[in-house]
Nanobody
């Protein structure tokens, strides 16, 4: 059974930092591209960042470029999202996603193979 378990969310002041983690189990981690998405209250889920199987290719939403960094540790089957310079508009539930295709994560979101349960990030002004 595949599981993606996010952690690291919380409450932080504007300008602060958080690091989200997503621990994957039940799949061959090296065979999956990984991504992060977020959903704010009353809004649709949106793409945040994605990382290729080997970690050499990354994509970011324009709204987080230069502030967020996605990375993966294959030894720990974990993907991270380092979030710096947080803004109140970053407040959302953040979800981890896994798919064998990076293209699917970035472009064809509804077809993504696996999702985590989400972790809340709240940025106060």
């Amino acid at each position: 059974q595949v599981q993606l378990v996010e952690s690291g969310g919380g409450l932080v002041q504007a300008g602060g930092s958080l690091r989200l983690s997503c621990a994957a189990s039940g799949l061959t981690f090296s065979s999956y591209a990984m991504g992060w998405f977020r959903q704010a209250p009353g809004k649709e889920r949106e793409f945040v960042a994605a990382l290729s199987l080997g970690g050499g290719v990354t994509y970011y939403a324009d709204s987080v470029k230069g502030r967020f960094t996605i990375s993966r540790d294959s030894a720990k089957n974990t993907v991270y999202l380092q979030m710096n310079g947080l803004k109140p508009e970053d407040t959302a539930v953040y979800y981890c996603a896994a798919d064998t295709s990076l293209h699917t994560i970035v472009v064809i979101t509804p077809s993504i193979d696996y999702w985590g349960q989400g972790t809340q990030v709240t940025v106060s002004s």
